[in-house]
């Protein structure tokens, strides 16, 4: 029913910037989406989220204060912007929508129903 594309991924010097796009496909009828990041041989970790109704954003203090998080409803679109990046920010990011109600908490994977492929972001001089 639901497909998440994204785009915009790559590489980047730290101090960089990056904006991630995630294009949904299909009607998105849950309240929330939300980004989460995978570096190799880690877990996948929770980046932010954002609500699909009200705009209402969510963080990790990991990157509070150089990522935001926005959306077009228009475009079916959910946006990462990534500032002042740093080597550790490396990692496949991936959009991730909830597909009704939360059956989890938003910053849990569990709480998503539909995920995207997944897309490389290298911070690297």
């Known amino acids: 029913q639901v497909q998440l594309v994204e785009s915009g991924g790559g590489l980047v010097q730290p101090g960089g910037s990056l904006r991630l796009s995630c294009v949904a496909s299909?009607?998105?009828?849950?309240?929330?989406m939300g980004w989460f990041r995978q570096a190799p041989g880690k877990e996948r970790d929770f980046v932010g989220w954002?609500?699909?109704?009200?705009?209402?954003?969510y963080v990790a203090d990991s990157v509070k204060g150089r990522f935001t998080i926005s959306r077009d409803n228009a475009k079916n679109t959910m946006y990462l912007q990534m500032d002042s990046l740093k080597p550790e920010d490396t990692a496949v990011y991936y959009c991730?929508?909830?597909?009704?109600?939360?059956?989890?908490?938003?910053?849990?994977?569990?709480?998503?129903?539909?995920w995207g492929q997944g897309i490389q972001v290298t911070v690297s001089s």
């Open positions: 991730a929508a909830v597909a009704g109600v939360l059956r989890r908490g938003p910053d849990h994977l569990a709480a998503y129903d539909y």
């Open positions: 299909g009607r998105i009828f849950g309240a929330y």
């Open positions: 954002i609500t699909l109704n009200f705009g209402n954003t």
